[in-house]
């Protein structure tokens, strides 16, 4: 009873953990900085929880196998957080390879987890279904990376026994796998493994693209987030508005420039702006003043950023550090479940 109760105790006393994979490909937009990066580090500074930030390198060789671009990508994005103020004195900030307690932990959980758990993967799917309506092999260019990629992600969350992952609708799926991988091996071999959660945000934007869709790299409508100063501005004239002259009263609802603005913008700053339209703000100083708000609020990053890639080695010191800090966790928890499978010394 009373060892029940401070078993309890230290539950409640123990500070959450939340952690979040960064997939390293491709070069990050607008929409993923108002979406997914600005409010992540904005949550990290929190002083309640612990925070764990990685680059998933090994995630990375399942959709890219160029090796340059696998390795400009970590540098990039490394730098693309670093740059927006993620600080990695109060986050554990690491990248995934850093880490072989990950893969030997995959191992672990690929023995305890169903084929036909992996078989319901929607992005396993997705391409089945694809190959299918081509009249291909529905196997088709199919690696078993892909396939087993939520084991994998299952390894990243389970060895820190994080509580709670911020994540986007897509990746609901492989959390609640992961759970369901835990909770397989906690009934085989004990409890060993927090129930991670997954936590999605209903609140943050999801930005617009120049043509008026989701700003996807899937639709080319982008707007890369560290462009140089008169790329951006090019960028900004050329997201889609209507052929309403200057003079004539303009609907916020239905204007990108509005909504990238009210991303931005502080509530004082969108009233003013939804005023400006409704007396007939022209397109073209509607978009100058909307490019001087974003560049006001990315233009240090941009430099800091820039500053970042200059100097790979000071990010590659970062990282090795963060990689220490997070071994020092998952090395005994390996050691643990190594055990605990029935791998040990024999003397
Ligand atoms: N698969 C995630 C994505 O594409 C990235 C990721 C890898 C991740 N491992 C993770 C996210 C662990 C959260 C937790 O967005």
Known sequence: MKAHFFELLQRVMARERVLTGI???GIPHLGNYVGAIRPA???????????????ADYHALIKCQDPELVHRSTL??????????LDPDH??????????????LTWLLTCMTAKGLMNRSHAYKAVVQENEAAGEDPDFGITMGLFSYPILMAADILLFNAHRIP????????????????QRFNHHYGEHFVLPEAAVDDNVALLQGLDGRKMSKSYGNTIPLFLPEKQLQKHINKIKTNLLEPGVPKDPGDSTVF??????ATPAQTAAMRQSFADGI???????????????????ARERYEGFLARPAHIEEI???GAAKARAIATPVLTELRRAVGIRALG
């Open 23 to 25: 997939t390293t490909t």
């Open 41 to 55: 580090i904005a949550a990290s500074r929190h002083g309640d929880v612990e925070s764990f930030f990685f680059l």
């Open 76 to 85: 990039e994005i490394a730098a693309t957080w670093l740059a927006l103020g």
């Open 91 to 104: 986050v554990v900030f690491y990248r995934q390879s850093d880490i072989p307690e990950i893969p030997e």
């Open 167 to 182: 994540v986007g609708r897509d990746q609901i799926q492989h959390i609640e796998m992961a759970r369901d991988i835990a």
């Open 259 to 264: 909504q990238v603005w009210q991303a931005f």
């Open 282 to 300: 022209a397109w073209g100083e509607a978009k100058k003043q909307l490019f001087e708000l974003v560049n006001a609020e990315l233009g240090s």
């Open 319 to 321: 990282l090795n550090a």
